[in-house]
């Protein structure tokens, strides 16, 4: 208790924080209306609702693990029931306190602005009726975690990550999209319950899988997830918004990528982009891996390194073909509502973290395996590492060179993540991570990958010199590039298809 303690006032005090500074910047930044209640309504909703979600999961997650372990799953369901009953009745009795609090306060921030009091009281409430499903859905997670279901355990995740991309098309539009985004927000958290809410009941038990040291690492792990990776980089971006010498131009940009430049690296557009395109896969090939770890009490190396080449193939064509096409879809979708700059931007920083989810994949099997191997320490130093060198880089070069500074301390991050995944995989079973490996068969596929692309290229030009529609040119260029480089892979590293079969076949 004295640790659930201590997680929930830091929440506490680092999200009221942001609050006040986020009511600060609106006094001194001219934005439109809506992005000024917009920011404050999202302060508000997640001031109030993640101490509460701190709480559930330092509390009642760890008493159902224990229950389910030690009871069985009957006796386990009946405190699930039990501690639903009372969340609901808890969340509701907060949520009108909250809801009261933030009519009172729009009277005094917007005084003469009837319209600005009743947007932001709206988008309080839809912010706040998001944040219950998302706390309600932490308590059915605790079946997931309990019943080791990994690949519905991320699928909800995927599902709540596609939000982030809500933020981000907001931030780069118009703000008259907000109350589309907030039903996006709202969505994407109800899918997540609905999700975990309905399939938990009907999984296969494990019993006495968690023991109380696998437990400490669990609570610990979202602690500092929540604390170092989401809490403080809140306080952060704030603070860089705050101390940045902004013209009034560039103020209506930045207040987006203030969000962007922290929390997208590290909650928002960074956990969207990584989620949808490394753990869905993960989830199909981890779970099999851990059979060999339990069989065989060690990780054979073939396996580890077979795995990072599954994940080099599926995502090197995805990195490349964006890197060719990205620019010319982008045009198309965003040519009517965005401006050239804009698109650019978009182009930009969704190449680089394509870019870096090679990295961050290989890294994210390398940390799954320090868990399933009993190497909790290793991966928790590196988390908090990992992080601390985010905020320092991007405060950094956020502070001295505003947007630019971004990109400069995302390269910065993953040079250093890199560096770190050597030393990291020295003390994992694996043993040292062979690099000279690896980087051949990089080379290998990048070397596919312009053949490929020098066939879709060409297949795009002779349509557009055909007159065909640019869109449907280059989604048909896709198509040929895509079949050139599967087909190729298929004729000379038929081995990588035959290890997805395997894994998946386990």
């Known amino acids: 208790m004295k640790n659930a303690a201590y997680v929930m006032i830091f929440n506490l005090i680092a999200q009221l924080l942001g609050f006040v500074l986020n009511v600060l910047m609106a006094q001194n930044i001219g934005v439109s209306l809506e992005m000024d209640t917009f920011r404050l309504a999202q302060s508000y909703s997640f001031a109030v609702s993640v101490p509460v979600f701190a709480a559930i999961q330092v509390t009642f997650i760890p008493m159902y693990i224990n229950i389910f372990s030690n009871y069985g799953e009957k006796e386990a369901d ?47 409430a839809i912010l706040y009726v998001g944040q219950i499903c998302y706390t309600y859905s932490v308590l059915n997670m605790a079946f997931l975690q309990a019943k080791e279901k990994f690949f519905v355990q991320s699928l909800s995740v995927v599902l709540t990550n596609l939000v982030p991309i809500a933020y981000f098309l907001f931030f780069y539009g118009k703000a008259t999209n907000v109350i589309t985004v907030m ?27 968690y023991g109380d040291l696998q437990l400490k690492n669990i609570i610990k792990d979202q602690k500092v997830r929540e604390f170092v990776i989401i809490a403080i980089p809140v306080l952060i971006s704030n603070v860089v918004l705050k101390l940045s010498d902004l013209t009034e131009q560039n103020a209506a940009v930045l207040v ?92 930009m920083l969704t190449s680089l973290y394509l870019v870096s989810i090679i990295f961050f994949g290989i890294r994210e099997v390398t940390y799954r395996v320090c868990y399933t191997s009993g190497y909790q320490k290793i991966v928790m130093k590196n988390t908090l590492f990992a992080a601390t060198v985010r905020i320092v880089g991007i405060l950094i070069f956020g502070l001295l060179f505003q947007l630019p500074g971004i990109v400069l301390a995302l390269a910065f991050s993953i040079i250093i993540s890199l560096l770190r995944l050597r030393t990291v995989t020295k003390k994992i079973i694996v ?55 599967a087909i190729s892979m298929l004729l000379f590293r038929p081995k990588i298809y035959q290890n997805i079969l395997y894994y998946m076949s386990v």
């Open 78 to 124: 009946k405190l699930y029931h039990q501690l639903s009953r009372v969340l609901i009745f808890v969340l509701g009795m907060i949520g009108l306190v909250f809801l009261g609090f933030t009519y009172i306060s729009g009277q005094f921030l917007w005084p003469d602005s009837e319209n600005a009091k009743q947007l932001f009281f709206f988008l309080s």
């Open 256 to 347: 987006g990528v203030g969000q962007l430049s922290i929390l997208s690296f590290s909650y928002l557009l960074y956990t969207a982009i990584l989620s949808l395109s490394v753990t869905p896969f993960i989830t199909v090939i981890y779970p099999k891996l851990t059979t060999f770890i339990n069989d065989k009490n060690k990780l054979e190396k073939d396996h580890y390194y077979n795995i990072i080449f599954v994940i080099l193939t599926i995502l090197l064509p995805i990195m490349v073909g964006f890197l060719l096409f990205g620019q010319e879809v982008l045009n198309v979708l965003l040519a009517p509502r965005y401006s050239n700059s804009e698109i650019q931007m978009t182009y």
């Open 183 to 209: 039903m996006l927000l709202t969505l994407g958290y109800a899918l997540q319950w609905l999700l975990v809410r309905t399939y938990s009941q009907y999984f296969v038990t494990k019993k006495n899988e």
């Open 431 to 485: 043993g040292k991570l062979n690099f000279k490996k690896i980087t051949g068969f990089t080379i290998e596929v990048l070397v596919l990958n312009i053949v490929a692309t020098g066939g879709g290229l060409l297949v795009k030009f002779i349509l557009i010199a055909n007159n065909v529609n640019t869109f449907l040119a280059v989604i048909v260029s896709g198509i040929v590039f895509v079949a050139i480089y």
